[in-house]
């Protein structure tokens, strides 16, 4: 699992949202949960999951090792520095057939937590998928030549604010399939015009949780990531 969603006194992103899905999926364990950058948006289901899912281990990257709010909701899950798995700058995970490549831009002394969101590659045959949390524009153009980033999906970074999505990125990444994660009638007017016409001008195909709901996709040994979502 990437992000596991808001918390807020009235409405747990795990509980509401996530739980009943896995359970739909019949899914009984989760093995790993990245978590992109320690915002309350991004971390705020950890704690119900845990509990539904106390053996699943939780990665974060270690800049974040002393980050005050992280501490905060270590403390509220239970949990342990030391129960962390603190990623580098650079990692390969396996999980069931994936191969996740993981890159932790360094964030510069003063810089919003965003731009050290992790970037995730995740891969599984023709199947391919990018996640770049919150980060901005100048922080995908600095972890642009770190991989070949070319994928299938993309998780279009920081709710489609115009601050990400830059199109020399957009255009590493070239998408098929781009998802946008943000709230209905949002606050911040996400996803922003100028990215939706950025994605169009690499000819991804677009999906929107704010129009949509649950954006989901099927795996295909041939074919790859497959939309199951209209
Ligand atoms: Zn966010």
New binding site residues.
Partial sequence: MIDDGPKSPTFDAGQRIILPDLEKLGADSVDLILLS?P?R??VGGTGALLKAFPHTRIAISQQFLTDPHLQAELGEWGMHTGDILWLGDSAQIRTGNFTLTVKDPPLPAGAPD?DGSMFIHLVNGPASAVFS??ADASTEIRMEPTENWSSEVLKVG??GSRTASDPSWLFAVHPTYAVVSCGRNNDYGHPAPVTLQNLEAVRAKVFRTDLQGDIEFDFDAKMGFVPSTP
């Fill in positions: 950058h915002d948006d991004h965003n949390g919150d920081h709710h």
